[in-house]
């Protein structure tokens, strides 16, 4: 038989390990989750071609979609100028 005081100095360690963990825990929650630009790297700018390739990135993810949605129809309803349709219509959401 065990008794209370053995299986205290047994889970001794596990109940340190738990105590240590919520710290750790609530030490983790404090950090944002999103630094801005100037804290995480003070003198840091934007340069005009990432911002190209971030926008043409959006464009491409648009695009794609459209495309395929294009294509489900075309092939569905035998349209043939739907892609020149899709074109114009991906090109006035662009701006």
Do not use: C, Y
Request: hydrophobic fraction near 45%; glycine fraction near 4%.
């Amino acid at each position: 038989m065990v008794s209370n005081g053995e299986v205290n100095q047994i889970i001794a360690p596990v109940i340190k390990a738990k105590q240590v963990l919520a710290k750790a825990t609530k030490t983790w929650e404090k950090i944002p989750a999103r630094l801005p630009l100037d804290e995480a790297n003070p003198g840091q700018l934007i340069l005009e071609t990432e911002r190209k390739q971030l926008l043409h990135a959006v464009r491409m993810t648009a695009f794609n979609p459209s495309m395929m949605t294009v294509a489900d129809i075309r092939s569905n309803r035998g349209f043939k100028s739907v892609f020149n349709d899709a074109n114009k219509f991906a090109s006035s959401v662009d701006r």
